[in-house]
């Protein structure tokens, strides 16, 4: 069983810019695609970002495209989300998930195409 662990959550000022990351531990194998996504209050858990096993591929929501930047280093077993430019409105907790069963090629945005997920770090921006 993978394990996921989001860190690098924090209270920033709009225009400001965070790094999250999300480590990954146990059975972690390889061929798994990874994917960021947020929640805040009363709305539903919404895509933000995915990225293949290779980092070939990559797919952005549009709210967050330009700004933030989805990348992992394997040999860490660890996913990044540069997030730059923070808006009031990126305020959220963010999550990250694994798609362990389709072998790491395509990426996707539905939150049912991932089967493990992290406990979700904390982004709040400031106006």
């Known amino acids: 069983q993978v394990q996921l662990v989001e860190s690098g959550g924090g209270l920033v000022q709009a225009g400001n810019s965070l790094r999250l990351s999300c480590a990954a531990s146990?059975?972690?194998?390889?061929?798994?695609?990874m994917g960021w996504f947020r929640q805040s209050p009363g709305k539903e858990r919404e895509f933000v970002a995915a990225?293949?096993?290779?980092?070939?591929?990559?797919v952005y929501a549009d709210s967050v495209k330009g700004r933030f930047t989805i990348s992992r280093d394997n040999v860490k077993n660890t996913v990044y989300l540069q997030m730059n430019s923070l808006r009031p409105e990126d305020t959220a907790v963010y999550y990250c998930?694994?798609?362990?069963?389709?072998?790491?090629?395509?990426?996707?945005?539905?939150?049912?195409?991932?089967?493990?997920w992290g406990q979700g770090t904390q982004v709040t921006v400031s106006s």
């Open positions: 146990g059975r972690t194998g390889s061929g798994y695609s």
């Open positions: 998930a694994t798609d362990s069963s389709r072998g790491g090629i395509l990426v996707f945005k539905s939150v049912y195409a991932y089967d493990v």
């Open positions: 990225i293949s096993w290779s980092g070939g591929s990559t």
